[in-house]
Every structure is written in structure tokens, then in C-alpha cells.
């Protein structure tokens, strides 16, 4: 848990732009959520990967330079996403983690103090910054695809992988957790089905390659993924 410091840190509210932020084209003709990426959808279980993530036994396979994972709260992002890195040999960045890094608060603080509007703005920044950079396997905040800005550079960057559970799923996995203010409701489970509504289609249209985690752990979930980009490549 973040030590709390005093609003002062927090004082530089606008968030930069940045070059990337700037960028308007989009490599892959991406365009919001209107034009949704045919992305493939793996249910299957694996079964040809090495057991040893350790091993990075992924031998002249084409790897995308980036992969930015999205999904909702309670997906895995985080877990899977240093999981994957270490495996195929990449950095992890967790956008959340950087932001907090960066201001020296919590989320819930930043919540607190800027309100979802202020936290957006800085989430965008730090979006658009890490979404620059090479050779990393990155975790986002489960409201980042909110932004049209946002998806673009998640879309232009690198090869996107939505993380999907199901609502109650993920209800049960962020019930307990009191550090997701989005989900500080009178009625969390219903104010789940609410967020999805909304967020599932975006995080469909950004996405490459959409992975069922089911209740699966997070390294069965990785081997989706390797297994899926391999297949991708060959
Ligand atoms: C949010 C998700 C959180 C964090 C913030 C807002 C959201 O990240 O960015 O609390 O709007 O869904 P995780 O998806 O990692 O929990």
C-alpha cells in the first residue's frame, strides 16, 4: 500500500500531451469503436506450449513488439501481463502502477482528490507515453478504452489483447477489493453489468485477439496467448 502524501504531489492536474497524443493516423486504419477489428477469439485450452514459462522457449516465433493487454477490472491484466513478459522475454509496464509511482498517491487517492475526470486525464498521459515505447508487455486501467484517444494509441502500437470474464467472475474477483473506486455502488454486481455494457464493445473493437480466462489460472491464460500469436505468425 502507497504511503498517502499530501495533495501537494498531485498539483500538476493537466496531463502533458505528447507527441503520440498528438498522432492522428492510425496504422491499421483503426477509427474508434465504429470500425471493430476482426479479432480472434480463442476458447480452447492449450496444449503444445512448454510447461516452464521460464524457459522463453519461443524460438523464431514472430512476436509483436508490443502487447497491451485491456479487459475489465478483475480480468488479470496485471498478473497475466508480467506473466507473459516474463515468458516471451519483454518488459511490464502497469499503467496504474506507473501513475501512482508518478504521483506518489494511491488511485483511490487520486480519485479522491481530482475526481474520475482528473484521473482520466492523467491515465491518458501515462497512456499515451508508455503506448511510445518498445519491446513491452503493458497492463491498462479497465477504463482506458473510455478514450478514443486512447485506443488509437493502443491500436497504432501494438497487438491488443482483450482479457474477457464473465460479469459475475468478475464481480467475484473485485468484490473484496475496496481499492476500485468505479465500483465504490450501493449495487457493485449491477454497477459491473453497467460499466460492461459499455466497455465490452470498446475493448472488442481495439482488440486483435480476445482470450477467454474463464476461471483458468494466469499462466494457462499466458499459453492463450503465446499459443494464439504463434498460430497468428505461422
Ligand atoms: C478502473 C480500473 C482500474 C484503475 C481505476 C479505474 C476502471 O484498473 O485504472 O481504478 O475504470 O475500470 P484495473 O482494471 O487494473 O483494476
Given amino acids: 500500500m502507497l504511503r498517502r502524501t499530501p495533495p501537494l504531489l498531485l498539483r500538476s492536474a493537466r496531463a502533458p500531451r505528447t507527441p503520440g497524443a498528438a498522432r492522428t493516423a492510425d496504422r491499421a486504419g483503426r477509427q474508434g469503436t465504429g470500425d471493430r477489428r476482426r479479432a480472434l477469439v480463442l476458447r480452447a485450452a492449450p496444449r503444445h506450449l512448454p510447461a516452464d514459462p521460464a524457459s522463453r522457449n519461443t524460438p523464431g516465433m514472430d512476436v509483436p513488439e508490443n502487447i497491451f493487454l485491456v479487459g475489465f ?11 507473459l513478459a516474463d515468458v516471451l522475454g519483454k518488459a511490464f509496464l502497469d499503467c496504474d502502477r506507473v501513475l501512482e509511482e508518478r504521483t506518489g498517491v494511491d488511485i483511490p487517492y487520486i480519485f479522491d482528490i481530482e475526481g474520475e475526470e482528473g484521473f482520466r486525464r492523467r491515465e491518458a498521459a501515462v497512456v499515451h507515453e508508455l ?3 518498445r519491446g513491452i508487455v503493458l497492463a491498462t486501467g479497465g477504463g482506458a478504452v473510455g478514450s478514443p484517444e486512447n485506443r488509437r494509441a493502443l491500436a497504432t502500437n501494438g497487438f491488443v489483447v482483450y482479457l474477457h470474464a464473465s460479469a459475475e467472475l468478475l464481480y467475484q474477483r473485485t468484490s473484496r477489493d475496496r481499492g476500485r473506486p468505479m465500483l465504490h455502488a450501493e449495487d ?15 475493448y ?20 492463450d496467448v503465446v499459443r494464439a500469436i504463434a498460430e497468428r505468425a505461422a
Avoid at 477490472?73 to 506473466?83: D, Y
Avoid at 457493485?188 to 470498446?202: H, T
Fill in 73 to 83: 477490472m478483475g480480468s488479470g491484466k496485471s498478473t497475466v501481463g508480467q506473466h
Fill in 131 to 133: 503506448t511510445e515505447k
Fill in 188 to 202: 457493485p454486481r449491477a454497477r459491473i453489468d453497467e460499466l460492461l455494457a459499455v466497455r465490452d464493445p470498446l
Fill in 204 to 223: 472488442r473493437a481495439v482488440a486483435d485477439l480476445v482470450i477467454e480466462t474463464g476461471r483458468r489460472g494466469s499462466r494457462r491464460v499466458v499459453h
